[in-house]
T-cell receptor
């Protein structure tokens, strides 16, 4: 079974703090993704990576950055957290570029910024 | 550009009743379509997917979906709802230059005893 793990299930941070969300997958998948999920808006793609040290902006990259130094790990960074970044953050991984391949999701991190 | 519309943000059914969750997509190329389920406080889990071939796709937990190209639809059904089916369901289509998923806004399913 593919396992995607996220470093925290719940996180509370203060406005202006630098926040790191970590994601690790154990199936040697090339592609990794970060989404945020908000009620009524579904999932929106923040960033994705199709290889080590490679990254591409998704639909809502503003206020976020990412890092992928190793194939199994994909980090989402909030440089200066703001209250409008309070959300559920979901990481996913996928094998290769094949369009028919499904994405496997982690359990999510619920981030609250106060 | 690809897009997904899920009709009904909330659907309520009685236990044992038919479940029908609607999904319509827009795609300029032959689509790959997915249904995911999210139980409370969990990540998303794949229910089923359509790539090519048979248009009726069977998934886990007794769910199935039918790809209808003429209607640009991929509705999810289950003949008999169970209490454990209460969750949020997301339809998605492959889009973008890297084949990323475009998600619908989700449908929350409630099952009444």
């Amino acid at each position: 079974d593919v396992k995607v793990t996220q470093s925290s299930r719940y996180l509370v941070k203060r406005t202006g703090e630098k926040v790191f969300l970590e994601c690790v997958q154990d199936m040697d998948h090339e592609n990794m993704f970060w989404y945020r999920q908000d009620p009524g808006l579904g999932l929106r793609l923040i960033y994705f990576s199709y290889d080590v040290k490679m990254k591409e902006k998704g639909d809502i990259p503003e206020g976020y950055s990412v890092s992928r130094e190793k194939k199994e790990r994909f980090s989402l960074i909030l440089e200066s957290a703001s209250t409008n970044q309070t959300s559920m953050y979901l990481c996913a991984s996928r094998k290769g570029q094949g369009l028919s391949y499904e994405q496997y999701f982690g359990p999510g991190t619920r981030l609250t910024v106060t | 550009a690809q897009s997904v519309t899920q009709l009904g943000s909330h659907v309520s059914v009685s236990e044992g009743a038919l479940v029908l969750l609607r999904c319509n997509y827009s795609s300029s190329v032959p689509p790959y379509l997915f249904w995911y389920v999210q139980y409370p406080n969990q990540g998303l889990q794949l229910l089923l997917k359509y790539t090519t071939g048979a248009t009726l796709v069977k998934g886990i937990n007794g769910f199935e979906a039918e790809f209808k190209k003429s209607e640009t639809s991929f509705h999810l059904t289950k003949p008999s709802a169970h209490m454990s089916d209460a969750a949020e369901y997301f339809c998605a289509v492959t889009g973008g230059s890297q084949g990323n998923l475009i998600f619908g806004k989700g449908t929350k399913l409630s099952v009444k005893p």
